[in-house]
């Protein structure tokens, strides 16, 4: 099974809106990544947050992460139409593995 | 500057056919890596390496082999395939980073993606 879980698996909100989206995983980890897919395209890297960082802002992303609970968040402010993407977590536990889950799919109507 | 490519974008094989999907990153990264995406399962990792020279299994490596003779170099390796290995493929890199005496896997560089339909 994989190691991270997004929630909500889709999201549907108006443009200027804010984005929340989920993700738990089930090991401990070194660091959290999140990332955007455009339809039919590669992943973009949006932020990293390490295991000691607790927040982290980059532009309108606003990522928070609960090692306590197994859990990170991330907030997309005023979101736009081109913010829909599907949106994933990774985690790793150090240098080995990056492992994925399941994704957001995220919908910003104009 | 490439980044990570990978050839090639579409490929339809039959089964029982093996074939290579070519990965190549020009980032001198240690860390390269296998993902296939189906709908709805997100990115599964198939395959990883630390390093030239040394490899290791992901959650799905059945089916796949994997080599690692280069740090530019990581390519995959379908023995016989199956229709459930059809697929888009995904390949990233990463440099690693230190933290508090740990070595760390940091951002992940993706290719394009490889499209791959098993008949």
């Known amino acids: 099974s994989q190691q991270g879980e997004e929630d909500p698996q889709a999201l549907s909100i108006q443009e200027g809106e804010n984005a929340t989206m989920n993700c738990s995983y089930k090991?401990?980890?070194?660091?959290l990544q999140w990332y955007r897919q455009n339809s039919g395209r590669g992943l973009v890297h949006l932020i990293l947050?390490?295991?000691?960082?607790r927040e982290k802002h980059s532009g309108r992303l606003r990522v928070t992460l609960d090692t306590s609970k197994k859990s990170s968040s991330l907030l997309i402010t005023a979101s736009r139409a081109a913010d829909t993407a599907s949106y994933f977590c990774?985690?790793?536990?150090?240098?080995?593995?990056?492992?994925f889950g399941t994704g957001t799919k995220l919908q910003v109507i104009p | 500057n490439a980044g990570v490519t990978q050839t090639p974008k579409f490929q339809v094989l039959k089964t029982g056919q093996s074939m290579t999907l070519q990965c190549a990153q020009d980032?001198?990264?240690?860390?390269m890596s296998w993902y296939r995406q189906d709908p709805g399962m997100g990115l599964r990792l198939i395959h990883y390496?630390?390093?030239?020279?040394?490899?290791d299994q992901g959650e799905v490596p059945n089916g796949y082999n994997v080599s690692r003779s280069t740090t530019e170099d990581f390519p995959l390796r379908l023995l016989s395939a199956a229709p459930s290995q059809t697929s888009v493929y995904f390949c990233?890199?990463?440099?690693?980073?230190?933290?508090?005496?740990?070595?760390?896997?940091?951002?992940?560089?993706f290719g394009e993606g490889s499209r791959l339909t098993v008949l």
């Open positions: 990233a890199s990463s440099p690693y980073y230190w933290d508090s005496h740990n070595l760390n896997t940091g951002e992940l560089f």
């Open positions: 947050i390490r295991s000691n960082e």
């Open positions: 390496s630390v390093g030239a020279g040394i490899t």
């Open positions: 990774a985690t790793s536990g150090g240098y080995q593995k990056v492992t």
């Open positions: 090991t401990s980890i070194n660091n």
């Open positions: 980032m001198n990264h240690e860390y």
